[in-house]
């Protein structure tokens, strides 16, 4: 056989001349697939913009992207085959505010969701985000659907322990949503399963509505739903407890200890964004005894909190939901977000990255004392406290008065003084003073950093209690 290569002048032609490829597949179908196969046609070439892109060099159809809240093309006009279709994005309206502090460009919002319920809270401004809407929120539930008929049931994958997605499954039963009803609206929030017996711990400003002839529905993990009523709400610490009774299975959380929490430690935020039941989301501890005030119905009702600030993604609806640490221990329950005073639309944004939960030492106490059927007591100093504007190179809280006979008074504390540290945590106001004392139980000694006439001395306080 002459192996001789082909050159163009002796190589096969085809019926116009041409040097036909020995290599090439023969015309009509793929070497793969059968001749009689039909072929798709490929949709007609997509036209060029007759208007150049608004950003140099920018491809307009690299992505989707750029037609966010495309809704198809004009009646009569044939569909782009070149564009994934996508949803129209609903904006609904502006939420209305009760009330609100302002500080340096922020404002924090109490994460509950609700339609026509306004709370606050705040280290800054606080509003309580709202849910535009109808009275009856929607709730959709992604852990619990069925699989459309004519397909498979997902397939269950274990992943190593320790994981997010290990983290996840296991919380995720101990974690419901909370449906509020009331004269004034409806709202959704979350909570965890504290025991079998049905208490369930969540955020006071969920519930608080509903206690004014309301009602409370909780959703579980698995789909099935039960009335709950209110055992207890503490305004003071932003705590509430709700019970479901004749519920069989409950998976309580196992509850963690938030003093061992460090800056930087993953975390892990369940709940129910904006209506979405059983949202997992991942960040770290961005900062510990961060001074949050919750602006409850009056200002004797105000929270102040030393809350864990994350970056796990926190939305309204995440109200009363877990922040659970890297062995899946709920270390706080989530209350409020930071958020822009405005977004694009006008209204309310969501998660920016700041988040603040309730410590759940703080929390668990607060909890044990309502389902003993207690008034939940708080630890005092016994003094008022205001900013140390007069001195502004030593940053702390500066006693205004102090009450005769007060754990103050006894442990020689004076007006003027001015306290910088409580403990081993710093005292960067008034707000932060009044919330870190609220975190002790009462009867607690702790070691108080404080400066008169220029001179830092440290004493030992036994705190006392509002319920004397």
Request: without cysteine; proline residues 9%.
């Amino acid at each position: 056989m002459d192996e001789t290569p082909q050159t163009p002048d002796d190589a096969a032609r085809d019926s116009a001349g041409r040097p036909v490829d020995p290599w090439a597949e023969p015309t009509g179908g793929s070497a793969w697939s059968s001749p009689t196969e039909p072929t798709q046609p490929l949709p007609p070439a997509r036209p060029m913009p007759s208007t150049p892109p608004a950003q140099p060099y920018g491809d307009p159809y690299a992505s989707a992207s750029a037609y966010a809240g495309y809704a198809g093309p004009p009646a009569g006009q044939t569909p782009d085959p070149w564009l994934p279709p996508v949803a129209p994005l609903a904006v609904g309206p502006s939420e209305p505010a009760r009330t609100s502090r302002r500080f340096s460009g922020l404002t924090l919002v109490a994460v509950a969701l609700a339609a026509g319920l306004i709370s606050a809270a705040g280290v800054s401004a606080v509003v309580i985000a709202t849910r535009p809407g109808s009275s009856t929120p929607a709730s959709t539930s992604f852990g619990t659907s069925a699989a459309p008929s004519g397909t498979a049931p997902a397939v269950e994958r274990s992943r190593p322990a320790g994981s997010i997605a290990a983290v996840a499954a296991d919380v995720l039963p101990s974690v419901v949503s909370i449906i509020e009803t009331s004269p004034s609206g409806s709202g959704e929030g979350s909570g965890v399963i504290l025991d079998t017996a049905g208490d369930i711990l969540t955020n006071n400003h969920v519930v608080a509505e509903a206690a004014s002839g309301g009602t409370l529905t909780v959703t579980f993990h698995d789909g099935s739903s039960a009335k709950a009523t209110i055992v207890g709400r503490d305004p003071l610490t932003d705590i509430a407890v709700v019970r479901v009774s004749d519920k069989q299975g409950l998976q309580p959380a196992r509850l963690g200890d938030s003093s061992s929490l460090q800056v930087g430690d993953q975390v892990i935020a369940i709940g129910s964004p904006l209506g979405l039941s059983g949202t997992v989301t991942e960040g770290i501890v961005s900062a510990l005894d961060r001074p949050v005030v919750t602006d409850q119905t009056t200002d004797a009702e105000q929270a102040f909190i030393p809350a864990i600030q994350t970056d796990a993604a926190i939305n309204p609806g995440n109200s009363g939901g877990a922040l659970v640490d890297a062995e899946g221990a709920v270390v706080g329950i989530n209350s409020a977000i930071a958020t822009v005073s405005q977004n694009s639309f006008g209204g309310q944004s969501g998660n920016i990255g700041v988040g603040f939960a309730i410590p759940i030492d703080q929390a668990k106490r607060v909890a044990a004392q309502i389902i003993a059927g207690q008034t939940a007591t708080h630890a005092r100093l016994g003094t008022t406290v205001a900013a140390n504007d007069a001195n502004p190179t030593t940053i702390g809280a500066r006693l205004d008065s102090i009450a005769s006979g007060s754990a103050a008074a006894k442990a020689g504390l004076k007006v003027g003084d001015v306290i910088t540290k409580v403990n081993d945590s710093l005292v960067q106001g008034a707000d932060g003073l009044i919330a870190t004392i609220r975190s002790f139980a009462p009867g607690t000694t702790v070691q108080i950093t404080f400066v008169r006439d220029g001179q830092t001395h440290t004493v030992s306080v036994t705190l006392g209690s509002d319920a004397s």
